[in-house]
């Protein structure tokens, strides 16, 4: 007997080893807790040549001044580069001569070193058969996790209040921005909402208002002129607040008490200081000037009204039965990164080469009487905790001399291309220059500049 129970204690004991082993095993390869990070397995399979082809890819020289691409151009079945603006040859290395500094755009590349520091965190693979279905298990189109990402990103931010509020996910700002005109508008036709901004202002808001040419909607230009002749009805009015302000950067507030759009493309800690949160009833944010990933098409749109979110909601349903599901798995994957210790290394990133720029562009306007850019007053911003100046995307410049009523014209002289006063519904006394394309792009802005302003000397004629 004795010898028996001793056979069971030596046996049990073995078999106590051999599950803590097991269990040890199933923890490491990713068993446990559902929240956990996820523990990588040594060995890939169906992944591997995925892989391998992206970081082949990634690897083709093309100068710093290109890039090349797996969706992009193939030479003798081979990807080749795709090079930047004023830059040619097998590998983007040879600069063509006396090209223009095109600055009219306001692609956000230079956010692009970034996410290449970070490549491997921001990195997505994407199997054939990932998520085939127009909805999410829950019934949804929205991805659940993504959502909880952006709220946390803007309780981190302290740029937005999300708490008890809806969300909506759009293709771009743009989408919502046109599916929030169809929300707050009238559903009288013989009495249609009249849709306003203050100049000047962003023109796709004209442009999307006039193309869907709804007659529970119309575009009536400026608020301001609109509010002179009108000093009542204002209920019957949809305003658009852009701010930060495209093109000048200026913290806007709403002209008319009724409904509003809060477009906060911009509103982020490297363009401007945060003073606080917004809590509006309708804002817009895009991930375009969030991360750089203009591209991927997404933005969200955060609503305080049932009514109004649902008005949205069906607008985006019926327009694109939902934003791609590749797309949101690709946001989630950049948020983490953007999240990651408290947004620090994003936001410091973004906001330290946005201010070099800025610091470089003041510089050669200091020296210049023709040509003046818009004023930077400092406030305190709640993220960085610090009072600094904004470092707005785009340089508002404006021609001082009498004779330069085309402002455009005279920096395309000079071998610049902006954007023209009137396409805010300025005065063309006025032109925008991007200051968030590739670095190549902003060091032939300023030495174009800088030849410019060295000519204020001599007559106009032989410039």
Same mark, same amino acid.
């Given at each position: 007997?004795? @010898?028996? +129970?001793?056979?069971?204690?030596?046996?049990c004991?073995?078999?106590?080893?051999?599950?803590?082993?097991?269990? !040890?095993?199933?923890?490491?390869?990713?068993?446990?807790?559902?929240?956990?990070?996820i523990?990588?397995?040594?060995?890939?399979?169906?992944?591997?040549?995925?892989?391998?082809?992206?970081e082949?890819?990634?690897?083709i020289?093309?100068?710093?001044?290109g890039?090349? =691409?797996?969706?992009?151009l193939?030479?003798?079945?081979?990807?080749?580069?795709?090079?930047?603006?004023?830059?040619?040859?097998?590998?983007?290395?040879?600069m063509?001569p006396?090209?223009?500094?095109?600055?009219?755009?306001?692609?956000?590349?230079?956010?692009?070193?970034?996410w290449i520091?970070?490549?491997?965190?921001?990195?997505? #693979?994407?199997p %054939?058969?990932?998520?085939?279905?127009?909805?999410?298990?829950?019934?949804?189109m929205?991805?659940?996790?993504?959502?909880?990402?952006i709220?946390?990103?803007? !309780?981190?931010?302290?740029?937005?209040?999300?708490?008890?509020r809806?969300?909506?996910?759009?293709?771009?700002?743009?989408?919502?921005?046109?599916a929030?005109?169809?929300?707050?508008?009238?559903e009288?036709? !013989?009495?249609?909402?009249?849709?306003?901004?203050?100049?000047?202002?962003?023109?796709?808001?004209?442009?999307?208002?006039?193309?869907?040419?709804?007659? $529970?909607?119309?575009f009536?230009?400026?608020t301001?002129?609109?509010? &002179?002749?009108?000093s009542?009805?204002?209920?019957?009015?949809?305003?658009?607040?852009t701010?930060? $302000?495209?093109?000048? %950067?200026?913290? @806007?507030?709403p002209?008319l #008490?009724g @409904?509003?759009?809060?477009?906060?493309?911009?509103?982020?800690?490297?363009?401007?200081?945060?003073?606080?949160?917004?809590?509006h009833?309708?804002?817009?944010?895009?991930?375009?000037?969030?991360?750089?990933? &203009?591209?991927t098409?997404?933005?969200?749109?955060?609503?305080?009204?049932?009514?109004?979110?649902e008005k949205v909601s069906?607008?985006?349903? #019926?327009?694109?039965?939902?934003?791609?599901?590749?797309?949101?798995?690709?946001? *989630?994957?950049?948020? +983490?990164v &953007?999240?990651?210790?408290?947004g620090?290394? *994003?936001?410091?990133?973004?906001?330290?080469?946005?201010?070099?720029?800025w610091?470089?562009?003041?510089?050669?306007?200091?020296k210049?009487?023709?040509?003046s850019?818009q004023?930077?007053?400092?406030l305190?911003?709640?993220?960085?905790?610090?009072?600094?100046?904004?470092?707005?995307?785009y &340089?508002?410049?404006?021609?001082?001399?009498e004779?330069?009523?085309?402002? %455009?014209?005279v920096l395309e002289?000079g071998n610049?291309?902006?954007?023209? %006063?009137?396409? =805010?519904?300025?005065k063309?006394?006025?032109?925008?220059l991007?200051?968030?394309?590739?670095?190549?792009?902003?060091e032939l802005l300023?030495?174009?500049l800088?030849?410019?302003?060295?000519t204020?000397? #001599?007559?106009?004629?032989?410039?």
């Amino acid at each position: 007997m004795i @010898k028996i +129970k001793k056979y069971c204690y030596g046996t049990c004991f073995l078999m106590s080893i051999a599950i803590n082993i097991l269990f !040890s095993i199933y923890l490491y390869a990713g068993g446990g807790d559902k929240n956990q990070e996820i523990s990588y397995r040594s060995s890939l399979t169906w992944s591997e040549k995925a892989a391998a082809e992206a970081e082949a890819v990634a690897a083709i020289n093309c100068s710093g001044h290109g890039r090349a =691409f797996l969706d992009g151009l193939v030479w003798d079945g081979q990807p080749v580069c795709e090079c930047y603006a004023c830059y040619g040859g097998t590998d983007c290395s040879e600069m063509t001569p006396g090209c223009a500094a095109d600055d009219d755009s306001g692609d956000p590349i230079f956010l692009e070193p970034f996410w290449i520091q970070n490549a491997a965190d921001s990195a997505v #693979v994407i199997p %054939g058969w990932h998520r085939m279905s127009y909805r999410f298990d829950d019934n949804t189109m929205m991805s659940t996790e993504l959502e909880y990402y952006i709220r946390k990103l803007h !309780s981190i931010v302290g740029n937005a209040i999300t708490e008890r509020r809806y969300m909506v996910f759009g293709v771009g700002s743009s989408q919502l921005l046109s599916a929030a005109v169809y929300a707050l508008s009238s559903e009288n036709s !013989s009495s249609p909402s009249n849709v306003l901004a203050s100049i000047p202002f962003y023109p796709m808001y004209e442009g999307q208002t006039v193309f869907f040419n709804s007659e $529970n909607f119309k575009f009536e230009g400026d608020t301001n002129s609109w509010q &002179a002749n009108n000093s009542t009805n204002h209920m019957n009015a949809v305003e658009f607040v852009t701010s930060p $302000n495209n093109p000048d %950067g200026e913290l @806007k507030k709403p002209v008319l #008490v009724g @409904k509003t759009i809060y477009d906060h493309a911009y509103f982020w800690p490297h363009f401007t200081p945060i003073p606080g949160p917004s809590d509006h009833d309708l804002m817009i944010f895009t991930l375009s000037k969030l991360t750089g990933h &203009a591209g991927t098409r997404f933005g969200w749109a955060i609503i305080k009204d049932k009514d109004v979110y649902e008005k949205v909601s069906k607008y985006i349903r #019926v327009a694109d039965l939902g934003i791609p599901k590749d797309t949101q798995l690709r946001v *989630l994957k950049l948020l +983490k990164v &953007a999240i990651k210790e408290d947004g620090k290394p *994003l936001f410091e990133f973004a906001y330290n080469k946005m201010k070099e720029r800025w610091d470089r562009l003041a510089s050669v306007f200091t020296k210049s009487t023709r040509f003046s850019i818009q004023k930077r007053h400092p406030l305190h911003c709640m993220f960085f905790n610090e009072t600094r100046l904004p470092s707005p995307a785009y &340089a508002w410049v404006k021609c001082e001399r009498e004779e330069d009523e085309d402002c %455009g014209a005279v920096l395309e002289a000079g071998n610049i291309k902006g954007r023209s %006063g009137s396409t =805010f519904t300025e005065k063309d006394r006025y032109t925008r220059l991007s200051l968030i394309k590739n670095q190549d792009d902003f060091e032939l802005l300023t030495q174009r500049l800088t030849e410019l302003v060295s000519t204020e000397n #001599v007559s106009v004629g032989t410039i």
